[in-house]
């Protein structure tokens, strides 16, 4: 029974020795030169951080590359024959394109040249209908007390367009995105009032006059409603 035993116990720490021996040839020892094992997050590791020369500056990594230069200023758009270069016009003209970039200041004198022509045609015959669409409410209403009273008289006014010989912006001011552009006209016209028996009373038939005027056109920028109205007139010198 005691022989038994002993033989059994034997038996068990001869296979204790051998599963340690096998355990340590698969694994091996550690020596203490083994590496750390892997920091998702290790400083030590990144790039070097270098220091200026002479004092305890750090600077940060690639702070010695050239940096990208900034984009170079806008140069003033070219309003040869509209405005001259730094002028109030020329900067009046810049706002409003900043604030539309599709305006044309070109485009606008063609468009107020029709605008003036068909006005005078319209104040002149009377057409209430055309003349609203293109006057503000204070100009229309004084539109319409002059032509009010020349119907009183049983008066007629003929204009004959015979040309525009000028028209240039000599004012651009915006606020809060509305823009008022002011043109000067030269133009030459053949202008006479007549009376009901039909004899002219004022201007001619026949005669060419120079008539200077100076409108003011108004619109807000950036609006889908491409018209402009007429908002101020005054004689021109």
Same mark, same amino acid.
């Given at each position: 029974?005691?022989?038994?035993?002993?033989?059994?116990?034997?038996?068990? +720490?001869?296979?204790?020795?051998?599963?340690?021996?096998?355990?340590? *040839?698969?694994?091996?020892?550690?020596?203490?030169?083994?590496?750390?094992?892997?920091?998702?997050?290790?400083?030590?590791?990144?790039?070097?951080?270098? =220091?200026?020369?002479?004092?305890?500056?750090? =600077? +940060?990594?690639?702070?010695?590359?050239?940096?990208? @230069?900034?984009?170079?200023?806008?140069?003033?758009?070219?309003?040869?024959?509209?405005?001259?270069?730094?002028?109030?016009?020329?900067?009046?003209?810049? @706002?409003?394109?900043?604030?539309?970039? *599709?305006?044309?200041?070109? @485009?606008?004198?063609?468009? /107020?040249?029709?605008?003036?022509?068909?006005?005078?045609?319209?104040? /002149?015959?009377?057409?209430?209908?055309? +003349?609203?669409?293109?006057?503000?409410?204070?100009?229309?209403? /004084?539109?319409?007390? /002059?032509? @009010?009273?020349?119907?009183?008289?049983?008066?007629?006014?003929?204009?004959?367009?015979?040309?525009?010989?000028?028209?240039?912006?000599?004012?651009?001011?915006?606020?809060?995105? $509305?823009?008022?552009?002011?043109?000067?006209?030269?133009?030459?016209?053949?202008?006479?009032?007549?009376?009901?028996?039909?004899?002219?009373?004022?201007?001619?038939?026949?005669?060419?006059?120079?008539?200077?005027?100076?409108?003011?056109?108004?619109?807000?920028?950036?609006?889908?409603?491409?018209?402009?109205?007429? $908002?101020?007139?005054?004689?021109?010198?």
């Amino acid at each position: 029974m005691q022989d038994s035993f002993d033989v059994t116990t034997i038996i068990f +720490l001869a296979l204790a020795v051998f599963v340690i021996w096998r355990l340590r *040839s698969v694994l091996g020892q550690k020596t203490g030169t083994e590496r750390s094992p892997f920091k998702p997050v290790d400083r030590s590791r990144t790039e070097p951080q270098a =220091r200026s020369e002479g004092d305890n500056v750090v =600077r +940060l990594p690639g702070a010695d590359r050239v940096q990208p @230069a900034a984009p170079p200023a806008q140069a003033p758009r070219d309003w040869r024959g509209i405005a001259e270069p730094g002028s109030e016009v020329a900067r009046g003209l810049e @706002a409003c394109v900043q604030a539309e970039p *599709s305006f044309d200041p070109r @485009a606008f004198l063609e468009g /107020a040249k029709s605008a003036y022509e068909a006005i005078m045609i319209a104040f /002149a015959k009377g057409d209430r209908k055309t +003349l609203r669409g293109l006057l503000s409410k204070e100009v229309g209403e /004084a539109f319409e007390r /002059a032509i @009010a009273e020349r119907e009183r008289n049983r008066q007629t006014l003929e204009t004959t367009f015979v040309s525009i010989d000028k028209a240039e912006i000599v004012a651009v001011e915006v606020r809060n995105r $509305v823009a008022q552009v002011t043109v000067r006209f030269l133009s030459n016209l053949i202008t006479a009032t007549r009376n009901a028996e039909g004899k002219v009373v004022d201007g001619s038939a026949e005669t060419v006059v120079e008539v200077p005027d100076v409108w003011t056109f108004a619109r807000t920028l950036g609006s889908r409603d491409p018209n402009w109205q007429l $908002v101020a007139t005054e004689a021109g010198a």
